[in-house]
């Protein structure tokens, strides 16, 4: 495969993407036992998402191999 600009801004994207789910589905589970519901619920586990792609930048920045 030869790896254009194209190819090189579609594959962080969809790399993003499936990272995203992928998490969001890992917080779901680690969170089934909090008693929220609805919004709340969902704020909650946006912002242990935020919190999580936050610390993945730092530890990155930091040169920490987190893969």
Known sequence: ???TEEKLNELPENTAIMAGMSM???IEWQTADV???????????SEIMRRALKLMIKQCKQGHKIW
Not at 35 to 45: F, R, W
């Open 24 to 26: 969001m589905d890992n």
């Open 1 to 3: 495969m030869k790896i």
């Open 35 to 45: 008693t929220m519901i609805g919004d709340n619920y969902s704020n909650l586990n």
